[in-house]
């Protein structure tokens, strides 16, 4: 087990929590940490972009004018490439650019995410993020506190709309539920900021047996 601190809102240390090792105490997995965020973004990815080939605009079936006597450059359609309103060439068309990553490799990429995090010291648990009104000064005095000026992404256990609210206008800060935590977020983030309650359904969902 690995002790972590734990703070209130006003970056008080109030007490010590035993995290895993099998979830925080992982080694740094680069290469797997990387084929996932990789497959993260390619699977948002859309695919829906699309050209029309030549072959594919509408007119241009007879030729512009006869072969030779002209004076111009021998032209077949007014549809090719060269034209205005022609077609693409190597048009770009529909395609999937979904990769698969099996359960496995996702979790053991986010327990590489998570302990790296915490032993680079820039993951902080915090006992509660409760607000009494969905106000963003009060979420952005308790981000001041702990001096987190770049991009935070904070973690907690379910759904909290004023917390939601609070924090939509900050920029730079994610609001995330613990169920979807992912290796991305966590490494495009500079500091995570975790609920006691998100350590905790986090090791009980990533602790389970694979």
């Known amino acids: 087990m690995i002790s972590v601190k734990v703070y209130d809102k006003t970056a008080k240390e109030v007490g010590n929590i035993q995290v895993s090792e099998e ?9 797997l940490i990387h084929q996932v965020v990789v497959a993260q973004l390619a699977n948002r990815r ?7 080939t030549r072959t594919e605009v509408r007119g241009g079936g007879k030729k512009p004018w006869r072969q030779k006597g002209t004076g111009n450059a021998r032209q077949g359609s007014i549809r090719a490439p060269q034209w ?3 077609g693409v ?12 990553v099996n359960k496995t490799m996702r979790r053991q990429a ?15 648990v915090i006992d509660n993020l409760n607000l009494e ?7 952005q005095a308790i ?19 004023n917390l939601l609210r609070a924090t939509n206008n900050i920029q730079n800060v ?33 602790g389970e047996e694979e």
């Open 23 to 31: 979830v925080f105490g992982r080694d740094f997995n680069e290469a």
């Open 46 to 52: 859309q695919g829906t972009k699309s050209a029309l």
């Open 84 to 86: 205005i309103k022609g």
């Open 89 to 100: 060439v190597f048009a770009p068309k529909p395609r999937d650019f979904s990769q698969k």
């Open 110 to 124: 986010i327990k590489s995410a998570l302990s790296t995090k915490l032993a680079d010291g820039e993951l902080t």
């Open 133 to 139: 009104a969905a106000k963003t000064r009060e979420a």
């Open 143 to 161: 981000l001041n506190n702990f001096g987190f000026a770049k991009r935070t992404l904070i973690v907690i256990d379910g759904e909290d709309q």
């Open 174 to 206: 994610t609001l995330i539920d613990s169920a979807l935590l992912n290796v991305y977020d966590i490494v495009a983030s500079y500091n995570l900021l975790v609920t006691k309650a998100a350590v905790e359904a986090i090791e009980k969902a990533l």
